[in-house]
């Protein structure tokens, strides 16, 4: 009877072990067609974030959702592959894709609860359902993993599979992947974790969002003693180990990109172009873009931004701090909170908040808080600047005790000087822009839309167009030597009124400052930017012509502004437009397109390089000296060449007009200065040209300038209708606001270590005198003089005053 029974159980238990192989072969086969094929983990590529870096290989930024660092499986340490092994799947090298064990007990789970609500998944099957398969909780879901975790055992080694795991599983923080979460977690590399903090990232996968060590320290470091528990226990680590790794404070914080130059204009230009080549794939392909700029160029024009705006701001007065602790409703003042205060406030890159702690008005200082908890000092010569804001005209009277203008409490920002001493400070509600191109072939050297990208987003450099002053003159100039004027030609400075006969209206356009000095040349005219020297020479161009002209250099100049003040620049433009037009003087005469993206790398490949053409004033001379582009059809040029747009020679004389600007020049009967002479003195170099500008009001203050291995603009305004208005020290404008910007950058980019870029003069220039003034010219020139005759002229467009053309060269 009982072996009857022992017989029955034996052949029933074969019959369900044959029925259920049976059931899972047919459930094999069944899914083959909707299995994946596991042979592409061969050649899988990470979903990685687009990152931006500079020309010399500094990140600069970084673009998309999650954050991935993808490493070879020799490049993580042992402690750390030890450390998931022991708490995820310690038999990892011995099983073939699956824990039988795991599987019974989570059978028997599924069975009594009617669905799959607990698993054991080894890193096998963990690998297969992140890569293949959804998170949802069903037999068949259960079943498909097991069957790829056979299938993927079938294709991959171990330690293919295991640097799969460690590179694709999710850690919390939207960091995916050992290294990631290094970097997130600690703000190390792999190698320079400690076992501590190894066993904490080990800890992860269970949970990530609540086991984490940012969010949850207390329970994250409970899991960590887990872990090193389970290491000790099977011999991965020495008691010693142990005990030393669970006795770590936890030392982590949430660590951002790993920036190395800050550079966020630079970072989102950047990313707006490749994400309309590739498309939104381009945040998840690891795409490395390289642009243009240099990191010593960057960083110089930042400062240089910052230092300009900083001046000008503190010329105008502080306007006390924004923040006091002592009136923050429901703020308990208390160390720890003043440090997240400030830490939340530390926004800026070269300004940070500190918390007044004590004034001392005997010593005349001021002791502050960072949000370190280190206590400093800001002396007096940082902060005496600081006379109170009354609006941008008017100031108050210089302060005498620091409690003049700070009260214990108060939220302040600071930097260090040059000499590295601490200046009180405060964010400037003017704003400002650099952009500087290399005139070779137009690529981006360093740009800066605005004080800080925290501050504002909005780019000025290229979002933003404002009338140019007296930036514009020198294509009216340039217009002139195309009419085949010598620019020692001589016109009067003198008060000038004019009929308009659009408007019906008498109009009296004055110098600035309002002075007036008789007869003198075109080049002493732009050197020291004479306004009624400019309209007298667009009369005797052709307004028409001069629009023709500009738009040689890229600008076209819309109806409304085609009138004689398109002299005085009412054109608008924006920064990046001007630097491009500036540079055809810098580089013989060719119109450069700016480009910021240089090439573009994925998986090791070139995917995209730029191809600029080249700007080489040693090409032959193809253009023809017009106002009309013209060219001679018998000069050839190399296919890589830059469109042509000025003559050779033609260039070079309206460069070396704005060589003037900077270093002054020989006049009729006297030498003169220049409006960017400050340019000269403060960079000590002797291979610079440009030009102020400055707009009706002081609206815009510009300065442009160049050598032959860089061109820059620099712009200051308010994005609003606020006028620069004026300081203690004096009115503001082109030469006192934005030549500083220009002339710190210069002197940093350009350094004593760069030897002078000077711009050849062409063998077709020559040498001519007229009125006793030597000057260069052009084959065909004619020179234009007038006497002056106090008479006003009717504003036609052409001119009408008492001009002869005397000689012809």
Not at 458 to 479: C, E, L, M
Not at 533 to 551: F, R, T
Request: aromatic share 10%; hydrophobic share 40%; charged share 25%.
């Amino acid at each position: 009877m009982i072996l009857r029974i022992i017989r029955g159980f034996f052949w029933s238990s074969l019959l369900c072990i044959a029925l259920a192989g049976g059931a899972v072969a047919g459930i094999y086969y069944n899914t083959l067609g909707e299995m994946p094929d596991v042979e592409e983990l061969k050649n899988v590529t990470f979903e990685t974030p687009m990152q931006i870096f500079s020309s010399d290989g500094l990140l600069i930024g970084e673009f998309g959702e999650n954050k991935r660092i993808p490493v070879d499986i020799k490049d993580i340490p042992v402690k750390m592959q030890q450390a998931f092994l022991a708490i995820e799947d310690s038999r990892f090298y011995e099983h073939s894709g699956i824990d039988p064990i795991g599987i019974i007990r989570a059978a028997v789970v599924s069975i009594s609860n009617a669905s799959a609500t607990q698993g054991a998944s080894t890193i096998t099957q963990q690998v297969a359902r992140n890569f293949f398969l959804t998170r949802e909780k069903t037999i068949k879901r259960k079943l498909k993993e097991i069957f790829i975790s056979w299938r993927i055992e079938q294709v991959l080694t171990k330690d293919e599979i295991l640097e799969l795991y460690l590179n694709k599983i999710a850690l919390g923080h939207r960091s995916y992947g050992v290294a990631a979460a290094a970097y997130v977690y600690y703000g190390k590399e792999l190698k320079d974790l400690t076992l501590g903090e190894i066993a904490t990232i080990a800890g992860l996968p269970k949970a990530p969002s609540t086991l984490n060590p940012i969010t949850s320290p207390t329970r994250a470091k409970e899991r960590r003693h887990l872990v090193l528990g389970r290491m000790l226990d099977l011999g991965y680590i020495t008691k010693e180990e142990y005990e030393a790794a669970d006795n770590e404070p936890s030392g982590a914080v949430f660590h951002g990109a790993p920036i190395e130059l800050n550079a966020q204009y630079v970072a989102e230009e950047a990313r707006q172009f490749v994400l309309e080549k590739f498309g939104e794939e381009a945040y998840t392909a690891g795409l490395r873009v390289y642009t243009t700029v240099n990191s010593k160029d960057q960083i110089a024009a930042q400062y240089a931004v910052f230092k300009g705006l900083s001046d000008y701001d503190q010329r105008h007065g502080y306007r006390k701090a924004l923040i006091n602790v002592r009136n923050i409703e429901d703020f308990e003042i208390t160390e720890d909170n003043l440090k997240k205060l400030l830490a939340q406030n530390d926004v800026y890159n070269y300004i940070h908040p500190g918390i007044v702690t004590k004034i001392d008005d005997k010593n005349q200082n001021v002791q502050i808080m960072r949000k370190n908890g280190f206590a400093e000092t800001i002396p007096w010569e940082g902060m005496k600047w600081a006379r109170p804001f009354i609006n941008d005209r008017r100031q108050g009277n210089a302060p005498r005790k620091p409690s003049d203008f700070l009260s214990a409490g108060d939220l302040i920002y600071t930097y260090v000087t040059d000499d590295g001493k601490l200046r009180l400070s405060q964010v400037p509600e003017a704003e400002a822009a650099l952009i500087a191109l290399r005139p070779g072939d137009g690529a981006i050297a360093a740009m800066v839309g605005g004080y800080d990208f925290n501050k504002s987003k909005f780019n000025r450099v290229i979002q933003s167009s404002r009338q140019t002053g007296s930036n514009f003159k020198p294509f009216i100039y340039s217009a002139a030597v195309a009419k085949g004027i010598a620019v020692n030609s001589t016109l009067v400075d003198e008060p000038l009124r004019m009929w308009e006969t659009g408007s019906r209206t008498w109009w009296e356009p004055k110098n600035t400052p309002n002075r007036y000095d008789g007869v003198m040349t075109l080049r002493e005219g732009l050197a020291r930017s004479k306004n009624i020297i400019s309209i007298k020479l667009i009369n005797k161009v052709g307004i028409d012509a001069a629009v023709e002209h500009v738009k040689k250099f890229g600008i076209e100049v819309p109806k409304s502004q085609q009138v004689t003040s398109m002299a005085l620049g009412v054109v608008e433009v924006s920064p990046l437009q001007l630097v491009s037009a500036y540079s055809v003087f810098a580089n013989g005469g060719y119109k450069v397109t700016p480009y910021l993206v240089s090439r573009i790398e994925k998986d090791g490949q070139v995917i995209y390089e730029a191809d600029p053409k080249i700007a080489d004033p040693s090409f032959p001379d193809k253009v023809i000296n017009d106002i009309s582009l013209k060219y001679n059809d018998d000069i050839d040029v190399p296919e890589n060449s830059a469109e042509q747009v000025l003559s050779h020679g033609h260039a070079f004389i309206v460069s070396d007009l704005l060589r003037s600007v900077i270093y002054g020049g020989a006049g009729i009967d006297h030498n003169f200065g220049g409006t960017g002479n400050r340019a000269a003195r403060y960079t000590g170099r002797t291979d610079l040209h440009g030009k102020t500008g400055t707009t009706n009001d002081i609206h815009d203050a510009w300065f442009s300038g160049f050598n032959a291995n860089l061109v820059a603009t620099a712009w200051v305004g308010f994005d609003d209708s606020r006028n620069l208005g004026h300081s203690y020290a004096g009115p503001e404008g082109g030469a006192y606001t934005a030549l500083p910007i220009f002339t710190e950058f210069f002197k940093r980019a350009q350094d004593k270590n760069v030897p002078p870029a000077l711009i050849d003069k062409p063998k077709e220039v020559t040498m001519q005198t007229y009125n006793g003034v030597k000057d260069y010219v052009l084959p065909g020139t004619f020179v234009v003089s007038q006497q002056p005759t106090g008479q006003a002229v009717e504003n036609t467009g052409v001119n009408t005053s008492n001009i002869s053309e005397d000689s012809i060269f």
